[in-house]
C-alpha cells in the first residue's frame, strides 16, 4: 500500500512537468505488447469522457508506432481524427497529444494525453510478466480566470 502511496505521488507530481508541446513515445520501457495494454486502456478513459461518434480529434501526425496504433485504435473505436497539419479553427475539433515516457528511478511507464489542454495521466507497471496500471488516472481541470 504504501508502494502505491509513493507511486500515486510521484505521478500526481510529474504530470504537471508534462507541458511541452512536444508528442511521441519518450519510453525505453515500450514493447508492441506493453503498447496495446496502454493503448486499449487510454481508449477507454477518452470515451468515458468524450463520446465517440459526436468527437473529432485533432492530432499532428505520428513519428512512432505507438503512436499510429492509438490513432488506429481511436478510430476503431469511432472517433473522427483529424491528421492534417492545415487546420481551420473550429471548435468541432478537440486537439490532442500523447507523451509516453519513464519515470525516472522507478520500472513505471506514464501515459499522459493532452486534450485541448486538460491532462489525462496514467502509470503502469510491469507485474508478474503483464503491465498493470499503477494507480487510477488522473485529470487536471482547466480553470477558468
Not at 27 to 36: A, G, V
Not at 54 to 62: A, D, E, G, V
Not at 111 to 135: C, D, F, M, W
Request: one cysteine or more; hydrophobic letters at 40%.
Amino acid at each position: 500500500m504504501r508502494l502505491f502511496s509513493v507511486i500515486f505521488a510521484i505521478t500526481l507530481g510529474l504530470s504537471g512537468c508534462v507541458s511541452n508541446p512536444y508528442q511521441g513515445n519518450f519510453s525505453s520501457l515500450t514493447s508492441q505488447k506493453n503498447s496495446q495494454v496502454i493503448i486499449e486502456d487510454a481508449v477507454l478513459q477518452v470515451a468515458t469522457i468524450y463520446i465517440p461518434a459526436q468527437t473529432q480529434f485533432h492530432i499532428s501526425k505520428p513519428n512512432d508506432t505507438f503512436g499510429e496504433a492509438l490513432i488506429s485504435r481511436l478510430r476503431q473505436a469511432g472517433f473522427a481524427i483529424n491528421e492534417s497539419s492545415n487546420v481551420q479553427e473550429t471548435n468541432d475539433l478537440q486537439e490532442l497529444q500523447y507523451i509516453l515516457d519513464d519515470v525516472d528511478g522507478l520500472q513505471l511507464q506514464r501515459l499522459t494525453l493532452v486534450i485541448n489542454g486538460q491532462k489525462l495521466t496514467r502509470a503502469y507497471q510491469p507485474s508478474h510478466g503483464e503491465l498493470k496500471p499503477a494507480g487510477a488516472w488522473l485529470r487536471q481541470e482547466i480553470l477558468d480566470e
